[in-house]
């Protein structure tokens, strides 16, 4: 059986497995990938999907378009002493890393959570630091509503009198055109179609991992949110306003709205996917989540990826 086989069985059996490094996802978005396996003996220890990506005659190592997170999956034993588990993981990682592709490039967000940076430097990777908000959902919605701003609050009172929430899926064309318009306002061009998007949603319907609730008033479109879900954990995924009506209460009651189902869901986490960009991160911190950090892994030595990068630039 090859890894990817494995992989796929695993993916199959265990629940812990994160929904961007499960295999109907990366199928997706990933023209081809492969996965590097870890084993103490004959019991699975890790796993480490990747995309097999080369241009230019460059291998890169780097996060799918839409793709958050990746990197090296744990599966700790159920058994396993608190006092050990940051060896158990060290130890899996370290297997996994030597299984990886030599790649010339490297861009590749990893789950929150991991923090063997020690090992990343050792194999000559710059780690840097990106954050998120994570909000927990063992509260009471009381609770949750407690912990976020006194601002937000108010606008999620005021929007519940006067917005309708619905799941429509159909509507995924307008926030991909909300989503054009902001980048337009600022000087950027999309870097996915439309066909993409669409293929992402059809697979997460298959696999019962994504809605799309759609702000209303007065029969009007004001904002849009995708949520996506694993087993454990909900995520923001994206979101877009209608900038014809540019209702910053839509979007706040949006996000309440899907931390309560991701809660009802039975989810343990609900990840905000945070922002570098300042305003965004402002936004979500409103919410009352943990600020949670994250790694990038970072690396390039080919000379013609640095100079395409100056070019770029």
Not at 246 to 260: G, Q, V
């Amino acid at each position: 059986m090859s890894n990817k086989d494995l992989y796929i069985k695993i993916c199959n059996e265990k629940k812990s497995v994160p929904l961007f490094m499960q295999p109907w996802w990366l199928d997706v978005v990933c023209a081809n990938w492969d996965v590097a396996i870890a084993k103490k003996g004959e019991h699975v220890t890790g796993a480490w999907a990747y995309p097999i990506e080369k241009k230019l005659g460059v291998t890169l190592l780097r996060n799918p378009m839409l793709t958050p997170y990746l990197g090296p999956h744990v599966f700790f034993p159920s058994d396993v002493k608190e006092s050990n588990l940051d060896n158990f993981e060290h130890e899996t990682v370290a297997e996994l890393m030597k299984q990886l592709p030599e790649a010339q490039v490297w861009h590749l967000s990893i789950q929150p959570g991991m923090k063997q940076v020690g090992l990343f430097k050792k194999y000559k990777l710059k780690p840097h630091a990106h954050q998120t908000f994570l909000v927990e959902l063992k509260e009471n919605e009381e609770m949750l509503l407690a912990n976020m701003k006194d601002s937000t609050r108010r606008n999620i009172k005021q929007a519940e009198k006067e917005i309708e929430i619905t799941n429509s899926v159909e509507y995924l064309e307008d926030l991909y055109k909300f989503q054009k318009e902001t980048l337009t306002k600022k000087g950027h061009a999309l870097p996915y179609t439309f066909k993409y998007i669409q293929q992402i949603m059809e697979a997460c319907k298959a696999n019962n991992a994504a809605t799309l609730w759609v702000a209303k008033s007065a029969g009007k479109i004001q904002a849009i949110v995708w949520q996506v879900w694993d087993d454990n954990c909900s995520y923001y995924f994206m979101g877009g306003q209608n900038h014809e009506s540019n209702s910053y209460k839509a979007m706040t009651l949006l996000l309440w709205h899907t931390i309560k189902e991701a809660q009802k869901r039975g989810h343990t986490t609900f990840d905000l996917e945070g922002s570098m960009d300042e305003g965004v991160e402002r936004f979500f911190r409103n919410f009352g989540g943990d600020r949670a950090l994250y790694i990038v892994l970072h690396k390039n030595d080919s000379l013609l990826w640095k100079m395409k990068q100056m070019v770029r630039k």
